[in-house]
Nanobody, 115 residues
Framework: QAQLVESGGGLVQPGGSLRLSCEAS????????MAWYRQAPGKERELVAS???????NYADSVKGRFSISRNKAFNSVYLQMNSLEPSDTAVYYC?????????WGQGTQVTVSA
């Protein structure tokens, strides 16, 4: 069973940047799709960005032009480059990976955008 380990969250000022990373804890896993979700206090979890094996990406309208999702060649790690961060981006960010019918989730990493 895969475990996803996230890193890169933290506190940043508005307009700043952060890079989130998500890696499978065990070698040998290759996923067919990976994605980043986020959940702000009092709100439902929402899709931020996703990437599939062919490299096709999808973004929430609220982050288009500011965030960029990428993966490694083995497709067992995914990254989220976040630029021009806004206070509304404050949330816990979760990594999701799909392998066949199974979905794996990371434990979440806090991103706080505040002056």
């Amino acid at each position: 069973q895969a475990q996803l380990v996230e890193s890169g969250g933290g506190l940043v000022q508005p307009g700043g940047s952060l890079r989130l990373s998500c890696e499978a804890s065990k070698r040998g896993f290759a996923f067919t799709a990976m994605a980043w979700y986020r959940q702000a206090p009092g709100k439902e979890r929402e899709l931020v960005a996703s990437i599939v094996g062919g490299g096709i990406t999808n973004y929430a309208d609220s982050v288009k032009g500011r965030f960029s999702i990428s993966r490694n060649k083995a497709f067992n790690s995914v990254y989220l480059q976040m630029n021009s961060l806004e206070p509304s981006d404050t949330a816990v960010y979760y990594c999701k990976a799909v392998s066949g019918p199974i979905e794996y989730w990371g434990q979440g990493t806090q991103v706080t955008v505040s002056a």
